[in-house]
């Protein structure tokens, strides 16, 4: 079992830029492939990256490639979400994610795959 907390939300104009952090619990985070999803009021959850276990293999959601980049650091037991040149439509809150199966690509983006959910921090992007 693995308990996620995020870190490092906030207000910025749009443009800016945030850095996301996620802490977990427990020796086995290098077991898990991670992700980072986000809910905007009224809207369904939607997935924003996934990166794999040893963090050689990224995912991105189209609306945010080459604008974000995830990483990990299993040393310390962190995934990151870098966050650049920030536009009103990211605003929500961000939630990371673990899922204890293979990083698969595309597969990796459906939220079901996820067995472990932090309680998600508020990122707003004003105009």
């Known amino acids: 079992q693995v308990q996620l907390v995020e870190s490092g939300g906030g207000w910025v104009q749009t443009g800016g830029s945030l850095r996301l952090s996620c802490a977990a619990s427990g020796r086995t985070f290098s077991s898990y492939t991670m992700g980072w999803f986000r809910q905007a009021p009224g809207k369904e959850r939607e997935f924003v990256a996934v990166i794999s276990k040893g963090g050689g293999l990224t995912y991105y959601a189209d609306s945010v490639k080459g604008r974000f980049t995830i990483s990990r650091d299993n040393a310390k037991n962190a995934v990151y979400l870098q966050m650049n040149t920030l536009k009103p439509e990211d605003t929500a809150v961000y939630l990371c994610?673990?899922?204890?199966?293979?990083?698969?690509?595309?597969?990796?983006?459906?939220?079901?795959?996820?067995?472990?959910w932090g309680q998600g921090t508020q990122v707003t992007v004003s105009s």
């Open positions: 994610a673990a899922d204890g199966g293979p990083f698969t690509g595309v597969a990796s983006s459906r939220s079901q795959r996820y067995s472990y």
